[in-house]
């Protein structure tokens, strides 16, 4: 499923590079945690949780999108490792100034969906659309993707 | 998408009968870079005409000289040769009494060349002349200084006042050939520095003094020559992220023209921009989330979209529970399995019936492919079984069919299940 729009680029990869990144992620994730299965079911769903989502930002975006380093850089921080992405221009200077004024108001739709969106929340509002977009087609992707991998797993 | 009308709006409604010629005609760069050209052709020694003549003669020598002064580089030798004579003009200049009816004319009219003052600048600055310009604009800058009374004009006069930049910290882009610059020009010629209209007010006459005053407290804010259009008006910051973030030219402005009974207020300007690309994300987002094509307005856009990450965020967390739930299958050495070159090069499909497993796997191991050991294969056993029990059918014939051609790589799949199969038989 990509899509390309004349002056907004929101292409996303075909659902076989989705499917490889989250399998390879999986069996990371299993090589991990030997066969005696972890504490509780809970701790495994958070990690596929986090497999997921990190699968999915190097198939969709790689260092390409706001998003998708904001998430690594997150992940990396968990595991306690460094990721550095290649320097933009940043305008952030701006923005926070303007952040740290605005701080009083009541939160707004675009600050509730810069919480939701990964690494939105030094991003300008345009600039935060954009990244909004191709968050939900990798979203629905790898939500498909997982659906998949679900329906082919389970036992009936 | 911005038609060409001109932010000179308000000249058609300023009461000027010199002007209404100047608004009728296209608004060409040639001629109206050109207005230096006719001041320079008085001689020095040429005792000042009245101010009706003056104007009079402005514009006969405005029609005329339609090419003096001329932007584009292929008459740059005629240019350059004009860059001299700014610098006359201002002698010139500085020679005309204070005519209080001059004044208010040459206001309007300095209004009017304000957008040329900006391209000119530009045209010097691209031209290579800094210090002509500086020179120039500084001439020209005394006598906009003295006429800027009449209250009429507040607005674009405000607007003219501020041509004046500092030498050499001219940013406008120069884009000469696009006369959808006017508009952009106009409204940067606002945010330029106006120094020397500061320096010059105190020259100026009593009647002014007050809307000066509040013109200077005004400006004494703006101490910053860049683009960063720090406004006594409004909270300019996001518009200045706004604007600078929209590069088309290589010095990253996009040329906006003002709509016609729009404000041309160079912020007003970069906030519509804003806005437009903001509402053109939203309906690209509009698209994108589904059942959404009946709302409209922002707000209500924006909860949808918020309802919708949120519940694809939690679509996903469910799902990796589920995952987690029927984990146990894939826990078995995973990784062996699923060799990286496995995955780029499709081993064979498994055949559908459990008995043929092993015949494959000697294919397998031929190929390449990492040779599982028989504790795994057994377990793989089981979970193939598992899998067969539950009647894909449909996909096994696939499967049986994609064994024939074993090297094809399996890379568009209509149906979502059978792609899944497919790697699927990886791990199994």
């Not at chain 1, 990690?47 to 260092?63: C, D, R």
């Not at chain 2, 005309?96 to 600055?125: H, L, T, V, Y």
Request: net charge neutral.
């Amino acid at each position: 499923m990509a899509s390309s729009d004349k002056t907004i680029n929101t292409d996303v990869p075909e659902k076989d590079v989705f499917a490889i990144h989250f399998l390879q992620s999986l069996s990371n994730l299993t090589t991990q945690n030997p066969f005696n299965s972890p504490d509780t079911t809970n701790y495994r769903a958070r990690k596929i949780k986090k497999a997921a989502y990190v699968s999915m930002a190097k198939a969709a975006g790689g260092s390409s999108r706001l998003w998708s380093r904001a998430l690594l850089g997150r992940a990396a921080k968990e595991n306690n490792k460094i990721v550095r992405f290649a320097r933009r221009k940043r305008k952030v200077t701006w923005k926070i100034s303007s952040k740290r004024r605005s701080d009083q108001r009541a939160p707004e739709a675009t600050d509730r969906l810069r919480n939701l969106v990964p690494g939105g929340g030094t991003m300008e509002t345009s600039k935060l659309m954009e990244e909004t977009a191709h968050y939900i087609k990798c979203l629905s992707m790898q939500v498909k993707v997982m659906q998949c991998l679900v329906d082919g797993l389970s036992p009936k | 998408l911005f038609d060409k009308n001109l932010s000179f709006t308000k000249l058609e409604d300023m009461d000027m009968s010199d002007k209404d010629e100047f608004a009728a005609k296209k608004m060409d760069l040639d001629w109206r870079i050109s207005v230096s050209n006719p001041i320079v052709s008085y001689p020095p020694e040429n005792p000042m005409p009245g101010p009706s003549q003056m104007m009079d003669s402005f514009r006969q020598n405005l029609w005329h000289d339609g090419g003096g002064f001329n932007v584009h580089t292929d008459r740059g030798t005629s240019s350059r040769g004009n860059v001299d004579r700014p610098v006359e003009m201002g002698w010139n200049m500085a020679q005309f009494p204070a005519d209080s009816g001059f004044i208010e004319r040459a206001a309007k009219f300095s209004f009017f060349g304000c957008g040329s003052f900006g391209e000119m600048m530009m045209n010097q600055q691209s031209l290579g002349g800094p210090q002509s310009t500086g020179l120039f604009v500084q001439d020209t800058q005394n006598q906009i200084g003295v006429a800027t009374g009449s209250n009429q004009v507040d607005g674009p006069l405000k607007d003219a006042t501020k041509v004046v930049k500092e030498n050499g910290s001219s940013n406008v882009s120069e884009d000469s050939q696009s006369s959808g610059g006017n508009g952009h020009d106009d409204a940067k010629c606002m945010e330029i520095s106006s120094k020397r209209f500061n320096a010059k007010k105190r020259k100026r006459t009593g009647k002014d003094s007050e809307h000066r005053g509040q013109q200077s407290g005004e400006e004494e804010e703006e101490d910053k020559n860049e683009k960063d259009e720090q406004s006594p008006n409004s909270n300019a910051n996001k518009t200045n992220s706004g604007k600078q973030a929209s590069d088309t030219l290589k010095d990253g402005y996009i040329h906006m023209r003002a709509r016609r009974g729009q404000a041309t207020n160079s912020h007003s300007l970069a906030e519509r921009v804003r806005r437009e690309k903001i509402s053109e994300r939203m309906k690209f987002l509009q698209d994108l989330v589904p059942g959404c094509d009946k709302v409209t307005g922002k707000a209500v856009m924006l909860d949808e979209i918020i309802n919708y990450v949120q519940s694809l965020q939690c679509q996903i967390e469910f799902l990796s529970m589920k995952l987690s739930a029927v984990n146990p299958v894939l826990d078995y050495n995973l990784e062996s399995l699923l060799a990286k070159d496995a995955l780029q090069v499709p081993a064979p499909i498994l055949p559908q019936d459990m008995s043929m497993l092993y015949p494959p796997l000697s294919h397998h191991s031929q190929k390449g492919f990492m040779q599982p050991n028989i504790s795994s294969m057994s377990i793989l056993n089981g979970g193939l079984i598992r899998q067969e029990r539950h009647g894909y059918e449909s996909d096994q014939h696939n499967v049986v069919h994609m064994n024939h051609e074993t090297d094809t790589a399996p890379n568009h799949e209509d149906a979502t299940g059978e792609n899944k199969i497919q790697i699927l038989s990886y791990l199994c």
